[in-house]
């Protein structure tokens, strides 16, 4: 306590710290205003959600290789004020402007470019922690900014959710710019400076730098990948896993929205608890195995788990359609998050564990594009399937899948050595 007491004391960390939870907050809410627009404009397409969320990820593909390189030259704290008023401006634009359109591309236009600023966001946040506190209180700084960021996440999604209940898209996306104002202003108040104006050799060799970002394309980044996991089968299951995973949880994502959205007929509040619930059972899960958890059979676990997360999908769409309570939803999502969360926590685990340092880097970076592109690949697959035979169908077939996938993969034989 004593040493929590020191951290907060930290001026500089203290502003840090408050605009990270409000930020988090603000960025929740502002899904739950464009789900709640996209009700508006097209209830039940699944299709329709599916294009937003592609333009909130198209920017880990763009934007993120290059981010980094200005990051690591520019001033963060005048980064971070930057995106954060630029993101202010553009959420207002929705509301001022563009939701008064009676068509949607100019909104994921929009969405696209508050996305890309988040990929300068993100890196910055996370470089300037080092500047603002002392190399003993990292550890601490580190963890109070990811454990209250999660919190404020979920309050975002639960409290955004009913928020935009009852002030409408509009009124949400007015908070949501707000959040956005208020925390470049507490940035704007640290007093740390991190980066002095650039020399001329430092001008040139960040050009240098650029460029070689520039031509290290996406597919460059996964060519490395799969070289250097040729000769690693336990890595490549790894990396095998998360993108099924991943591509479970793309088909899964918008489908499961249209599905509550239609099951209790409201557009966001709903969702916004579920996803409480969900997060709560995320947690606890990583919580509970991280303390009881061994690194012995860990693929089976991970099977198992697996095979648990499609019974107890089957589970949640089965009861919810037929008994539409909000408890016993939030009940089963709870759940949910409890079986998914040891399969995330052993896989990268495992990663870390069977990955040399030098590789580490670029095999995460890689890893991040992997995945997210298995997300992308069966979300626009699910999504206009499920326009077609409904959004009920698309889950029960993910659960039959994952119930079935986790079953080959428990009997498979794996090299036990390294703790697998």
């Not at 934007?63 to 005048?78: E, H």
């Amino acid at each position: 306590m004593a040493r929590f007491r020191h951290i907060v004391r930290n001026r500089d960390f203290s502003l840090l710290w408050l605009s990270q939870i409000i930020s988090q907050f603000g960025d929740r809410l502002n899904q739950m205003a464009l789900l709640a627009l996209i009700y508006r404009f097209a209830p039940g397409s699944t299709t329709q959600i599916a294009k937003l969320m592609a333009f909130t990820i198209m920017p880990v593909f763009l934007i993120g290789p290059m981010a980094g390189v200005y990051v690591d030259r520019w001033d963060r704290r005048r980064t971070m004020v930057v995106s954060d008023f630029l993101r202010c401006l553009l959420v207002v634009s929705i509301a001022f402007y563009f939701i008064k359109w009676d068509v949607l591309w100019p909104v994921y236009a929009v969405v696209f470019l508050v996305f890309c600023v988040s990929r300068f966001y993100v890196p910055a946040k996370m470089a300037i922690i080092p500047d603002i506190v002392k190399t003993d209180d990292l550890l601490l700084a580190n963890s109070l900014v990811n454990t209250t960021g999660m919190v404020a996440a979920m309050m975002g999604f639960g409290l955004g959710g009913i928020l935009v209940s009852l002030v409408g898209a509009r009124g949400g996306f007015f908070i949501d710019a707000s959040t956005f104002f208020v925390a470049g202003l507490m940035i704007f108040f640290v007093s740390a400076k991190v980066r002095q104006a650039p020399k001329k050799e430092e001008i040139i060799e960040v050009g240098r730098e650029i460029m070689a970002a520039v031509r290290k394309s996406v597919l460059q980044e996964i060519k490395e990948a799969v070289v250097f996991l040729r000769n690693q089968p336990q890595l490549r299951s790894c990396f095998g896993i998360l993108f099924l995973l991943w591509a479970a949880l793309g088909a899964v994502y918008v489908v499961a929205i249209v599905f509550i959205q239609q099951v209790f007929g409201s557009a966001t509040r709903e969702i916004g608890l579920l996803v409480v619930g969900l997060g709560l059972g995320l947690f606890l899960g990583a919580l509970a195995y991280g303390r009881l958890g061994h690194q012995k059979h860990s693929f089976k676990t991970i099977f198992v788990c697996i095979s648990m997360v499609g019974v107890v999908l089957f589970g949640f769409v089965s009861a919810v359609e037929k008994y539409p309570n909000l408890m016993l939803a939030i009940a089963l999502a709870s759940i949910l998050g409890l079986a998914i969360s040891p399969i995330t926590v052993i896989s990268q685990t495992l990663v870390h564990q069977l990955t040399d340092s030098s590789m580490r880097g670029r095999l995460f970076s890689s890893l991040e594009i992997i995945v997210h592109f298995g997300f992308l690949l069966s979300m626009f697959i699910a999504a206009p399937l499920a326009d077609r035979v409904g959004a009920e169908t698309i889950l029960m077939l993910v659960s039959f899948l994952l119930m079935a996938m986790g079953a080959i993969g428990f009997f498979l034989k794996y090299d036990q050595t390294r703790g697998t």
